[in-house]
């Protein structure tokens, strides 16, 4: 049971940071603070590191055996996490390119 808590919780907090991730870009987007999709990208790689090792942890490679003694076939999965994870490759990617800001001209 343990590890369907972790599973499911970890799609649950991955789900929420990507709803918060989406809503956040969106308004500063719209306020023009394109500066701050730089520091969601840079946090959205580390929501995808930890979205690959949850589904490195549950793929059929005994880490759960040996973490946890219990096989990684007992967890129901389901492609969530995944869709997440691609979803978030995508975020990474548009707020790299929409967070640039032009350069400030030297005075002539």
Known sequence: ??????????VLVLAVWLIWNVGFSIKYLISGERGNLWAFAFLNIFA????LL?????GQNGFLEWALATDSSQVQQTAWLAINNWINVALIIIQFFLGRTKQAQPAK
Not at 1 to 10: A, D, F, L, R
Not at 54 to 58: K, P
């Open 48 to 51: 995808l590191i930890f979205g």
């Open 1 to 10: 049971m343990v590890p369907t808590i972790i599973y499911w919780g970890s």
């Open 54 to 58: 949850v589904v490195w942890a549950y």
